[in-house]
């Protein structure tokens, strides 16, 4: 989320000032941790039927990441304070889509891959135009930034959640 957000900084203003570009960067990292963690934390027993040892994982460091969570969402706070308000509402609008990721995703398949979406680009080119684009020129380059960033994402989610014979060597019938 941090290299997305700083490379889309990049797009959208030839030298983005580093003060907001880092503090963007940190607010992006902390909100992944936050809504990632809450969700593997929540969603522990739907993950043991289809990522077994994911759920290892988390059963094993479970105050960990709980810890995690929290410490990460006290830090975004701050760090979101110290840009403009039209981000706040882009940082208002992923979380909401991350945190009920859990009610959302049973709906309709596919939905998942494009409300997760919607999200990640909010965060990584939204945030970013949020804080730097003044112009219509700057609309203009966050839409072209989104328009290239979104598919990647979605690809990537829809890799994500392949499933069906588990990884590893492939077996002989």
């Known amino acids: 989320a941090a290299g997305l957000v700083a490379a ?31 969700d593997r934390l929540r969603d522990i027993e739907g993950d043991r039927r289809t990522a077994p040892e994911r ?49 959302l995703k049973g709906r309709r398949p ?21 804080v730097f684009v003044q112009d219509k020129a700057g609309i203009v380059t966050a839409l072209l930034a989104a328009s290239a960033v979104g598919p990647a994402i979605a690809a990537n989610l829809m890799a994500s959640e392949l499933r069906g014979e588990p990884h590893g060597p492939a077996r002989r019938r």
């Open 8 to 38: 889309c900084a990049d797009v959208l203003v030839d030298a983005p000032a580093l003060g907001p570009r880092v503090v963007a960067m940190a607010l992006a990292m902390g909100g992944t941790l936050v809504v990632y963690n809450v």
């Open 55 to 103: 759920s290892r994982f988390v059963d094993g460091h479970r105050e960990s990441l709980a810890a995690l969570a929290v410490a990460s969402a006290g830090a975004c706070i701050p760090l979101a304070m110290m840009l403009p308000p039209p981000s706040w509402w882009v940082c208002a609008a992923a979380l909401g889509l991350g945190l009920f990721h859990r009610r």
């Open 110 to 130: 596919g939905f998942a891959i494009f409300y997760v979406t919607l999200a990640w680009v909010a965060v990584v080119v939204g945030i970013p135009a949020a």
